[in-house]
């Protein structure tokens, strides 16, 4: 057995967003759209202009993924519908190589014309520089604190009307196996990937 992420029992209907992959992947190929990626003045910096792509997808008629539950359910989830379910990795590989392709073309005002893993490779702080001071890597593993970096808390307001909500979360269950084995693992783990990435 394997570990395993999955929706608990629940009653929420089933959805299928299909059409809203269609109309995305529509507004992305359309000679109309702009190129939604831009380089900042200091070519260190990729934007991303997200805005502009869901204002064209929302001005479109998309079928409601609820279908014909649509009056009466309240709250749905991804349960998704079973011819649904078959097509959804594809229509986001399709989204995913559309967005690949055009970030690649603004990629080409780059003078030294760097693929998308050397882009991303420029933008990235090196593991090193998180590197704390103890030899052990578990869950409690210290890393150093980077400057650079910001964060915000995300907090639910708990007095607000639940009723009327459009996000509602259900449970998921959760089953790791083997948890007191979990350093070995990720050493092994680690080790594996090395190997495959960076091995000659």
Sequence with gaps: ?????????N??????YSDLLNKILNVLRSEQTKNPFRLASDRKQLVMDIDSIATQVAALS??????????????ATVNFSPGFFDNFPDQVDQIRTRLQELLESVLLELPDNRS???????????????????????????????????KQRLS??????????????????????NSAEFNSQLRNGLINYINLEFAG
């Design 62 to 75: 998309v079928h409601n993924p609820l279908g014909g539950s649509a009056n009466y359910v309240r709250s």
């Design 116 to 150: 998308i893993d050397q882009f991303v490779s420029n933008l990235v702080t090196s593991l090193t520089d998180f590197q704390g001071k103890t030899p052990k890597l578990d869950f409690t593993y210290p890393f150093g604190n980077y400057p650079g970096l910001r």
């Design 11 to 16: 009653d929420l209907v089933k959805v299928d």
């Design 1 to 9: 057995m394997v570990n395993v992420l999955r929706p608990d029992d």
């Design 156 to 177: 639910v307001n708990k007095t607000a009307d639940h009723s009327r909500d459009l996000l509602k979360f259900h449970k998921i269950a959760i089953t790791v196996l």
